[in-house]
């Protein structure tokens, strides 16, 4: 059983939380305190499917691409992780090091399978013990419109380096 910490506005509906960039390093120790969940910034969202708590995220770092870095997620809370369907887009609030991950999340024989949607990222497992919070993804919001074409010449730039090598290996091993 897990408990989410929520606000709501005068009318008894629910708020969505934006946890900015500076809040991010302190989601994890408060995601569970009232106290915190009240200090962050507040909004209704109009036409959010009804029956669900929202937060908002900040993404950092490129391991998303197309979706830009600097975007804002927003997403419904996840209560039953057995639910979850193969590849979902989640941001996964996790313990340890990384406060969270916006990653696609299966689930894995030893936890949660964790893949970017940049290929140049490799897959990993985390444990289930490790994730706090799952929040499955709505939609993003950014200032920058995503550019496929840049993706594209980088993943084939990376094909061509990456047959280049297999050239070069082959050619050694003769």
């Known amino acids: 059983m897990r408990i989410l910490a929520i606000t709501v506005d005068k009318s008894n509906k629910e708020n969505v939380e934006y946890v900015p960039v500076k809040a991010k390093a302190g989601y994890r120790a408060g995601y569970s305190d009232p106290n915190y969940i009240s200090s962050l910034p507040k909004f209704t969202y109009p036409n959010l499917p009804s029956g669900g708590t929202y937060r908002m995220f900040p ?14 997620v927003l997403c419904r809370y996840l209560q039953d992780w057995s639910t979850l369907k193969p590849d979902t887009l989640c941001i996964a609030i996790l313990k340890g090091e990384q406060d969270f991950v916006f990653k696609r999340v299966s689930l894995h024989e030893e936890g949660l399978r964790m893949e970017s949607l940049n290929p140049i990222y490799k897959p990993y497992v985390v444990p289930i013990s490790d994730v706090l919070e799952l929040w499955e993804y709505y939609s993003f919001q950014s200032k920058n419109v995503p550019e496929i074409h840049d ?24």
């Open 151 to 174: 993706l594209q010449q980088i993943s084939g730039t990376v094909n061509e380096i990456l047959a280049e090598i297999k050239v070069l290996r082959s050619r050694n091993k003769v």
């Open 59 to 72: 993404t950092m770092g490129d391991s998303m691409l197309p979706i830009p870095e600097g975007s804002d």
